[in-house]
């Protein structure tokens, strides 16, 4: 399905991009994952009834309404930037209306990312290169800190992985457990990595 009939399906619309102003150079562009890599990966990759996901830099909520759609799972999604976080309200207000009968919160905060306080019953943390890896470190770290309070398995999937991210997990206790490419991808770092914490 195209883009535009996908986010009409959901009753939404997040298809574009945004820059940030020029100096801004922490904080990436919003541009949202594709649906077919989205379809993708969730034939993959399984949420169960007791997670509850993060998306990291939710720009217009794309991810986090196709995931609570599909799963019905609690989703919390952050955004910084002003006019798409009052983009990503107006998208759940509509989106809401069609999807009355799913019981999950969706929660949209707006506020940095870096600032998130974990909650124990996160689970899931979903980026797709939202910022700088200096703060996806700090992100990480908010993680790991959660998890050695309250030790539970944890995942985190990114979305076109950069290498520079994937350096920061090389020093944490974070282990690579899967990859999932797109079909028909047009360049390799079209793919997700999903890394996990796992409780012994
Ligand atoms: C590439 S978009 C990804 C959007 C969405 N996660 C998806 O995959 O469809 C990254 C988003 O992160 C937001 N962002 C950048 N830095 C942030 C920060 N420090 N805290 C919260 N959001 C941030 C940007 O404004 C942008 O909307």
Redesign the pocket.
């Known amino acids: 399905m195209a883009e535009k009939k996908y986010d009409q399906s959901l009753r939404i619309r ?1 298809v574009g991009l ?1 820059e ?1 102003p020029q100096g801004m150079v ?8 594709p649906y077919k890599a989205l379809d993708r990966l969730f034939q993959v990759y399984r949420l169960n009834k007791s997670d509850k996901v993060v ?10 309404f196709y995931i609570h759609n599909r799963f019905q799972v609690p989703v919390t ?5 002003d006019k ?1 976080y009052e983009e990503a309200l107006g998208n759940k207000a509509s989106y809401r209306q069609m999807a009355r009968h799913i019981q999950a919160p969706i929660r949209l905060k707006y ?6 306080e974990v909650k124990v019953t996160d689970n899931t943390f ?6 700088s890896a200096q ?1 996806f470190e700090q992100v990480v770290d908010n993680i790991l800190q959660s998890v050695e309070g309250d030790p539970r398995t944890v995942d985190l999937i990114l ?1 076109y992985p950069i290498a520079a991210y994937k350096r920061v997990l090389q020093n944490t206790p974070f282990q690579l457990i899967n990859k999932v490419t797109v079909p028909g991808a047009a360049q390799q770092k079209e793919k997700f990595l999903i890394y996990r914490w796992a409780d012994k």
């Open positions: 997040t945004r940030w922490c904080y990436n562009r919003y541009e949202a994952t998306d990291f830099g939710c720009g217009r909520g794309r991810v986090s999604g952050i955004e910084v930037h798409t506020g940095l990312a870096e600032h998130y979903y980026f797709f290169n939202p910022f703060i979305y």
